[in-house]
């Protein structure tokens, strides 16, 4: 799950710059305040990378998804984006902890059985 989730929130951490980048556009938005929400934002994917694992550390991460949607309201097209990153999110989680139930099982059939005191 760790691989998966820590993929999407990478990629979430390039959309916010680049929306950042749009953001400075707006006349009615400081730079300063583009940038710290920005930042702020972007050092949350990279510090969820490291906790996805951890108790919480999913729920963070829908956190940071509703904020990607609700980015909307200042960048338009991050609506749709935020729609498409809280997608890969849930397969992430979704998918990834499938897959580590499915390493865990071959993990279990491939240790090999104590032998049997005679």
Do not use: N
Not at 30 to 49: E, H
Not at 53 to 72: D, E, N
Not at 87 to 108: C, N, Q
């Amino acid at each position: 799950m760790r691989t998966l989730c820590s993929s999407t929130l990478i990629g979430e951490f390039f959309v916010i710059g680049f929306a950042g980048l749009v953001a400075m556009k707006d006349p009615g938005l400081s730079m300063s305040t583009v940038w710290t929400v920005c930042g702020i934002a972007m050092f949350l994917c990279v510090l969820l990378c490291g906790l996805v694992t951890r108790p919480g550390g999913v729920a963070l991460g829908w956190i940071l998804q509703f904020a990607l949607v609700a980015s909307g309201f200042v960048v338009p097209m991050m609506f749709v984006l935020g729609v498409v990153f809280a997608g890969l999110w849930w397969a992430s989680v979704h998918y990834g902890r499938k897959i580590d139930e499915a390493r865990a099982r071959f993990a279990a059939q491939a240790a090999p059985s104590a032998p049997d005191a005679a």
